[in-house]
């Protein structure tokens, strides 16, 4: 079974809150993020065709910023996978036409503040830290940003948790708007190529066939 296939089986699966697919995650991205007001969980899909290598560095970004982690897996992956994983990410395997729970995934306590404010735009973070009355980070670039979420006491983990969770919900109708746009795009272009290849055919078709030459007559022989 391949990821498309995989995911349509997936989504129905969360209820509650958005989900989006493809959130960029550190040096990765992770297959599909489900979103409460709660929560973030992220989920790495793992087809047939798909292979293990990458898997460590998913886990070491997914565990800076995801509350809750699942891998959803074929079964001719499962027994390779299992000794990658920490205990407290969940499995959820294709079995036939449908996915079933291999375990759960427990909470995940590794979660950083400067990996979890990646998730958003930088002027989104520095509008939650003027928020909280630290001007001084108005003028900062992202990598200043980053390295004072890294080393600083005054941000609670919970609050910018939070305030991550609601800005991911709230940009998802931007994010739905934009896929139809590109998706609408993607369909005029589909359909110029079409036009233009049946304006060639037909006229390939109009063109007249060239005209058949008859064989030169051979010389008579001479007597003699």
Known sequence: MNDPEIRALLYPLLPGGVYIDELPTGTTRADVVHITPDF?????????????????????????????????????????????????????VVVGEELRPHRAARYNATVE???????????????????????????????????????????PLSSLARYVRERLMARLPERMAARAERKEERQRLAGLRKRRQARKAARKKARPAPAATKPAKKAPKSKG
Not at 49 to 68: I, M
Not at 72 to 88: A, C, G
């Open 40 to 92: 973030l969980h992220g989920y790495e899909v793992k087809g047939d065709a798909d292979t293990l290598q990458r898997v460590p560095n998913q886990l070491r970004c997914y565990a800076e910023v995801y509350d809750f982690v699942t891998f959803v897996v074929t079964e001719k992956h499962l027994p390779k996978l299992l000794p990658l994983l920490p205990d407290w990410v969940g499995v959820l």
């Open 113 to 155: 503040p400067a990996p979890l404010a990646s998730l958003l735009l930088l002027e989104e973070v520095k509008q939650f830290l003027l928020a909280r009355g630290l001007h001084g980070v108005s003028s900062l670039r992202r990598a200043e940003v980053l390295h004072f979420l890294r080393t600083t006491q005054l941000v």
